[in-house]
């Protein structure tokens, strides 16, 4: 109700920057938008969009309302934000999802050339960590991985479930150093934070946002990252890049319409994505929430994408992904 | 830093006029999500979060965590007066709750729920003042074994919990357990029972199968009876409890207020567990369990105070760990971290005020709660005096609205309807629903804990009991067992006897 | 009609043992996987044949007891068929045509499910609760779902 008194005093402010001619031709919303989020309510996705989507209801001149659509692990969304409407109402935010999922789950049918796209709006990394009062707790990232050599199947590593992004990047560490975990799915991050506590398993590769309380605290302790910039929380940590390793399937999210929508609609929403993204207060809010504050317009974020494909393409066709069934 | 001190710093931040307003809007908008069947507290405060942004942070919380308890309060209250299940934590209201509802005795019922959960956030919310800290470090503790044996108590309450004859109940339990399974294998990346139908493959939501077994074949179950012209009139009788049977009621009260602070402190499924756990263990205490699924008080008052005291301490693993249990906190914590608190062991010492003040904000909110829903219990009551031909067809959209807003998608609707036609033939062929709905919530944690269990122990099922805390639970779990099939084989005996 | 056919025990015996069958059907594709690395298919399979072996006791036990114990209550069709249809048909109209007008389809169809209708309280009934959710679900709570038919 608050937000609608807001929503409404900036849809006049809006209507009356309309009527400048300069603005004429710029395509904006005229009618509440949806914008489309592939998870539940609660967790990253969600925060990220609706922290992203009160910032552009400024610059859109419209509610944005935010559709929590987790079915099917996303599936749903994905497939609903490809086949809306192509009169720019409906956008929706996407993560590295949209192309590993034809890898990982069976009869998906969308990949990166089933939407438009509007800019990436945010990146994150997955940080390894160890417990810190466990057995590799003194260790640095390199005597980690001798240790986990030195005995295979001895560190217990914690993924959220079968091929999501934690368990690439554990792929990914095991391809890169020749060690081997015992692979133990959790439901979500948070249930392998407490895993870690409880010295069920002792390591895992999370989202700085997952574990910001207990570095902090230090109870775990952060030993390599998988990002190409150094953390913002603990610029410190080397990413495994630096240390000559291929591990770097970090993640992004973006905003999209449906393929087919007119391009002055796409840049529309570019217009107005870009101006939300430079924002003070959306970078605040990001950095508030944990959120990796990363921009691209459009046609860098279409680049991001391609390159993406190749790469889970390829380490998916090497892992066996598909019939994997451990 | 002593105790003391500490609760005059929560109050005198939670007693503010405005802190106290935003408690007040908090509640009250949690008890009208929670008794519209479906609507969750989760999306009531995903859609209120961006409108907390201008508040000072320990405000927001406040509003924040009231629609978290009063939604808890409010799911209870369409339990038992409709057996709406809208929370897998007022399940077990519908059992004693409800049958007290249909004997006249609703009043009594919604007023003892009210002071058990009073009585209950007010010891729960002393645990999480007092002891919060220490208990974060139990929490802990809990490993994959421990929940695995924490689980298979659960199943155990669920064979107590039954009224039925134990063959049946044992069936449909485990049936329970396999629609529980529905959806992707977490292990394997197999979607298991979907059909191909992506909207399955996140497993059936609770509120799908609570709304089609309990509150639908209810709506079915009372249309014909009137068919068959046996009025059920709508008896209303006292609103409030005697003195004596409050007093019959308080030992109760008091154990499931203990049980649940306990359990509400596992994130792992503790918060769930509470109500069962609570029922179960009055049921055995009791001198004559056979009231019990025909409207014992006790049998109300101790679950729906343990929930209470649960949902309460369920806050300690976030507060104190920066872990969130579920969505519910996920949500809260995004409101913290929002407003640039760090949630985590450094909290109370880092952001005082924003501490104390929440923990004060919820005793303070449990009483709003209360005075606001006593002279509310007329009121509500008296919707069962509405003509059923009136009623039926507003709960019955109620339910098809709270169900499309779960994922917002309509497949939960057909999903709810196959439910209600299930639940409908086993209502026809006396099967209780109750072990089904109980598997069925903790089925898919049983598996996943299980098998990581097997899997960290690299397959040796010795190694799970030689972790104490896991081989007492289990103890824990045959005992009940034993006592729970025992006298109901002796009952069939007598009665085989009888009939020879 | 035989006793033992329509005794309850019997028929939740079939029932049971039709679901464990099913489930234990489709579970037959998936992994059984070892005891360290437990596949999908331990589990549902596990419980299949449990479910099946309750439902062989229950018929059995309607076999024993005398006359084959409690009859199966009676069904009624015209309830099930007019509540569970009305949801359907909220169902469907939700997304194309709106809540207003799925709201008062679903109530009109659900009000044939009751032995006693009047006309102009089913009219009224239907606009009211149409009305009340637009506000109080839309409106106050802010469930994202379209109050009108598309295009409108």
Known sequence: MFRQVAVGSAAIIAALAMALPAHAQEWRPTRPVDLIVPSGAGGGHDNNARLLGAVMEKYAGQPINIINQPAGGGVVAYREMRDAELDGHTIGQVSVSIVSDQFRIEGVDYNKDSYGYIGQISADQNVLVVAANGPYGEMDVNQFIEAAKAEPQAVAFGVSGNWTNHDYTRYQIEQ??????????????AQIVLSLLSGDVQAGALYPSEIKAQVDAGELKPLAHNGSEPLAAWPDVPSFTSLGLEVNLAIWRALVIPKDTPEDIRKGWERILEQAMNDPALKEGYANAGIGYAYRNATDTVELVNEAETAYRTISEAAGVRKESQ | MDFASNIALGMSVAITPWNIFYCFVGVTLGTLIGILPGIGPLATMAMLLPATYALEP?????????????????????????????????????????????????????????????????????????????????????????????????????????????????????????????????????????????????????????????????????LEAREKRILVSAKIGRLMPRWSELRQVMPAILRGSGLGSLLGILPGGGVTMAAFASYTMEKRVAADPDRFGKGAPEGLAGPE????????????????????????????????????????????????????????????????????????????????????????????????????SVQNNTTDIYLAVICAAIGYV???LRCDPVPFLLAFIIGPMLEENFRRATLLSRGDFGALLTRPLTASLLLLAVALLVLAILPKIRRTRKVAFQED | MNRIVVSSDFLSGALFMLFGGGFILIARGYE???????????????????????????????FLAPAGGECAAEFHVRPALFVLGGMIVFGLALRPF????????????????GSERRWWEVVLLACGLAIFSALVFVEALGVPMPLWPRGL
């Not at chain 2, 485990?174 to 529980?180: I, Q, S, T, V, Y």
């Not at chain 2, 009483?367 to 509500?380: K, Q, S």
């Open chain 1, 176 to 189: 890169a150093t020749g060690a081997q975990f015992l692979r133990v799915p959790i439901k979500g991050g």
């Open chain 2, 58 to 222: 320990t405000s927001a919380l406040i509003m924040l965590a009231g629609i978290y308890y009063g939604a808890q309060y409010g799911g209870s209250t369409s339990a038992i007066l409709l057996r709406l299940p809208g929370e897998s934590s007022a399940v077990v209201a519908t059992l004693d709750g409800y049958a007290m509802a249909q004997k006249g005795k609703a009043g009594v019922a919604l007023a003892i729920a009210a002071i058990g959960s009073l009585i209950a956030g007010t010891l729960g919310t002393f645990v999480l003042a007092a002891f919060a800290p220490a208990l974060a470090k139990l929490a802990i503790t809990f490993g994959a074994a421990e929940y695995f044996a924490l689980m298979v108590v659960g199943l155990v309450a669920a064979i107590v919990l039954s009224s039925g004859p134990i063959l049946k109940s044992l069936g449909m339990l485990m049936l329970g357990l396999l629609f529980g399974l529905v959806g992707a294998d977490i292990n394997s990346g197999i979607d298991r029972f979907t059909f191909g139908i992506p909207e399955l493959s996140g497993g059936v939501s609770f509120v799908v199968v609570a709304l089609g077994l309990f509150g639908i074949t209810e709506i079915l179950s009372n």
């Open chain 2, 305 to 404: 105070s343990a929930n209470n005291a649960a949902a309460q301490t369920s806050f300690i693993p976030l507060l104190t760990l920066g872990i969130p249990s579920n969505g519910i906190m996920a949500m809260m914590m995004s409101a913290m971290l929002i407003h640039n608190v760090q949630p985590g062991p450094q909290i109370i010492t880092g952001a005082p005020t924003l501490f104390w003040g929440l923990v004060a904000s919820m005793w303070i909110g449990n009483l709003i709660l209360v005075i606001l829903n006593l002279p509310m219990i007329g009121m509500w009551v008296r919707l069962l005096l509405v003509p059923y031909r009136l009623l039926f067809p507003a709960i019955l959209l109620f339910c098809c609205i709270g169900l499309y």
């Open chain 2, 426 to 428: 086993f209502y026809k």
């Open chain 3, 32 to 62: 059984l996987g070892t005891s360290v690395q437990m596949g999908p298919g331990y589990f549902p399979l596990a419980l299949g044949c449990g479910v099946v072996l309750i439902g062989l006791a229950l018929c059995g036990k309607a």
């Open chain 3, 98 to 113: 709106g809540l207003i007008v799925s709201a008062v389809l679903m109530v009109v169809v659900a009000s044939f499910a």
